[in-house]
């Protein structure tokens, strides 16, 4: 809010200023009369904060784009979890990284602007350049992924907004550009490879051979082991600690880390005995459960890749994702009698509905269930 201030001139004049608290500065306008005073206060208080800060003139010109996402990187990292900081860090290096190269003269945070953006969305869904620098460089990634998808720039551009949202509040831009930015269409979502029974056993056989010859490959066996008898998220698995299991109780928990914390709320429930036999047969050296042969855990990208390899081992084509495991695991357990309610709370989904979007029934066991009943003429 605005208040009018008087200050006297050595002759005993007095002089009335309209006085704006902005970004922890404060603004002393003059207005000379009060009743100048009293309009120029309504006129302020009028605008909107992007307009208030240009009338005001407080935005700092200063400030370079890379100090600015440094010190936001700062800000973020005392107040979200370890895992989100570093996808934060890895956009913001993407958006320098273009900069560099498409705009190498805009340096400084007040000028970039609405066109900066909408270009970056265009060049992320098209350019290869713009992809090996996003990769950091390593070899081959460019050409063994594909460029982003619209869902994951239009991800990107938000944490941009957040930014420079969070720029705005300080004072280092005038205008927000990511402001006026329309989210790209999203091309039609990846229907889920869900595996039949057999298809499961085949996969686990797979597996089976390549932990004999390999011990590194061993305890990617019982992580996708895992996977199928508890449906859990791929970030859920690769978190989760000796502390977070009770195997005479036979219970997991997904529960929060320091440095992590569960996609949808902390649960608990049982695991069947395939899965307690996969714990049983990893030694407790270690604080995370499912690791490498160093200590380091697992990431997602290792669970990733462990799916391919096994899937292509066993001849099951399609399966490329973590994700499609927890699908499976879903699909086969409501096929067998388990309502709705209870594997949503097995699975962690806020809702009803959601559990319903990842519900996949197998077209054989639709066939069966519809000849149960028949009334032949």
């Known amino acids: 809010m605005a208040s009018i201030q008087v200050k006297k001139t050595k002759t005993g004049k007095p002089i009335h200023y309209v006085v704006v608290l902005r970004g922890g500065k404060l603004k002393w306008l003059r207005a000379g009369t009060k009743t100048a005073a009293q309009t120029l206060k309504r006129e302020i208080e009028a605008l909107d904060s992007e307009q208030q800060r240009e009338r005001l003139g407080l935005v700092d010109e200063q400030r370079r784009i890379d100090d600015c996402f440094s010190e936001y990187l700062e800000y973020v990292t005392l107040r979200t979890a370890a895992s989100t900081v570093q996808r934060y860090r890895g956009v913001l290096n993407t958006f320098m990284s273009f900069l560099t190269i498409y705009w190498p003269r805009v340096s400084m945070i007040h000028e970039v602007t609405l066109r900066h953006v909408e270009d970056y969305q265009r060049r992320r869904l098209t350019s290869l350049d713009l ?154 050296r270690y604080r995370y459960i499912f690791t490498k042969q160093d200590g380091e855990r697992f990431s997602t990208d290792d669970m990733r890749q462990a799916v391919i390899r096994f899937a292509k081992e066993a001849g099951i084509e ?28 097995i699975l962690g989904h806020q809702d009803y509905e959601t559990t319903m979007i990842y519900t996949h029934q197998l077209q054989e066991h639709l066939k069966r269930s519809a000849r149960k009943v028949e009334f032949p003429g």
């Open 318 to 345: 399609g399966l490329s994702r973590t994700h499609d495991l927890r699908h499976t695991y879903n699909s086969l357990m409501q096929m067998n009698g388990v309502d709705v309610g209870t594997m949503g709370k």
């Open 131 to 284: 992809k090996r620098a996003a990769d950091g460089g390593r070899s081959g990634t460019h050409t063994s992924k594909r460029l982003p998808k619209p869902q994951t720039v239009n991800y990107e551009v938000s944490v941009l907004r957040s930014v420079f949202v969070w720029g705005h509040q300080r004072g280092y831009l005038s205008r927000i550009p990511t402001k006026g930015v329309a989210a790209l269409k999203p091309k039609g979502r990846r229907s889920s490879r869900v595996l039949s029974p057999e298809e499961c056993h085949a996969l686990l056989t797979a597996g089976q051979a390549l932990a004999k010859k390999s011990d590194a490959m061993k305890m990617r066996y019982h992580a996708i082991v895992f996977f199928l008898n508890t449906g859990l998220r791929s970030g859920e698995l690769c978190h989760l600690t000796w502390n977070d299991v009770d195997c005479e109780q036979g219970l997991i928990h997904v529960q929060e880390k320091e440095d992590w914390e569960p996609k949808s709320y902390a649960r608990s429930f049982f695991m069947n005995e395939s899965a307690l036999a996969v714990l049983r047969s990893i030694p407790q």
